[in-house]
């Protein structure tokens, strides 16, 4: 089905059903190259995905011009491309990886010394080590350490390709010991969160709409063979429109199994993927591999995230932080402004009218817009919390 047979389902108000899906109508949307993507800063294809040396390319993202252009071939390769594209090096200093690292060994140590078992969306409880919101517990256990880990202007470049501004970073780690197994092949939030007669409620276009609404992103914490399992991924899959109600299908996940493809990954890359996209984490194979990996959820700020963090108290603690490296020189405006989008909120609804009236513009001051301005007239951390804890008051009802 191309994009011309979708728009007219959508006109048609044709309602997907799973019994409908057709494994051939889905081969040949994989097949098809009508569309195909013209490819300008990708490194190499391997396995039909683009790979980008993440290094090479920070340069382009200090020129406006070169940094959009960049950004459109992301956002097309993820809408009508692969699917998927690969960031070989976008931490090419080890440091921030590995300080994160320590940081979430000793969470996991913690929850797992309570009796805490995280349960996974798509493989067995206990199977693996996992920390939810991630985001949250990085923050306010180690500032400094998420102020250098969030600095990273590619994680903000990608996130901004795919959703525009103000999106909203969540993050989950995810630990896979040896001997793990795979998960099943999935999609992934929004509608691959549904059982089957909870999508079939929903309208063609939501089911187009879905995938625009988050962005699915990997950083290996460590060095990823392909025998360690990591994600199983079926280029073009995300280009299926019937696909949120057909990876359930056994004929489907058997497809799958058969035409994956794995790629290895080192220590600092950084994989990027639209939800839509069939996709599974794999078997760790190895005797001795434990394969870490931070899992990015980033979500459009016209969505729901998955998770409910409270950024008011990250921001507070995140913001004597930043203003000490920014005083410092430690850190550029573009790199602060990275980490900002990481933890504040950008947009500034749903708000109390009432109480947050918009002032000057049609919208009140997001939290990161506060943010900002409290780090540009330096403001005192004292005065800083009082700021954004009323900022947040007023946005009760």
Known sequence: MDQADLHSDEKRGRRYREQDCSLRDFIAVLQDRRDEVQLEYAREICEQLPIYDGAGLSRLLDDAASRAALQDEWAEVLNHGAGVLVLKRAFPDPAPIDDATAVFEAIIRNERA??????????????????????????LRAPSVFARYYANPMLA???????????????????????????????????????????????????????????????????????????????????????????????????FE????????EKGDVIFFSPALFHAAGANRTAGVQRMANLLQISSAYGRAMESLNRARMCEVLYPVMLDKLATSKMTEA????????????YPFPTNLD???????????????????????????????????????????
């Open 114 to 139: 309570t009796g805490g078992a995280a349960a996974d969306h798509f493989a067995k409880a206990g199977a693996n080590d996992r920390i939810w919101n991630a985001q949250q517990k990085l923050c």
């Open 157 to 255: 470049a990608a996130a901004e390709a795919w959703l525009g501004p103000c999106y909203q970073m969540t993050s989950q780690v995810n630990v896979v010991r040896p001997g793990g197994d795979a998960q099943q092949a999935h999609r992934d939030y929004h509608l691959g969160f549904q059982t089957i007669a909870q999508a079939e409620r929903y309208p063609a276009h939501i089911h187009t709409m879905s995938p625009f609404l988050t962005l699915q992103g990997a950083v290996a914490h460590s060095d990823m063979p392909v025998e360690s399992g990591p994600t199983k991924l079926l280029p073009f899959s995300q280009r299926y429109a019937e696909g949120y109600l057909a990876w359930r299908r056994q004929d489907f996940r058997d497809y």
């Open 355 to 397: 109480n947050d009236p918009p002032v000057g513009g049609l919208a009140p001051e997001s939290q990161q817009m506060l943010f900002a301005r409290a780090l540009e007239e330096s403001w005192t951390a004292d005065v800083f919390a009082s700021a954004i804890r009323r900022q947040a008051a007023q946005q009760e009802a």
């Open 335 to 346: 790199e602060a402004n990275a980490v900002i989008a990481s933890c504040a909120e950008g």
């Open 258 to 265: 058969a035409n994956h493809v794995q790629l290895p990954l």
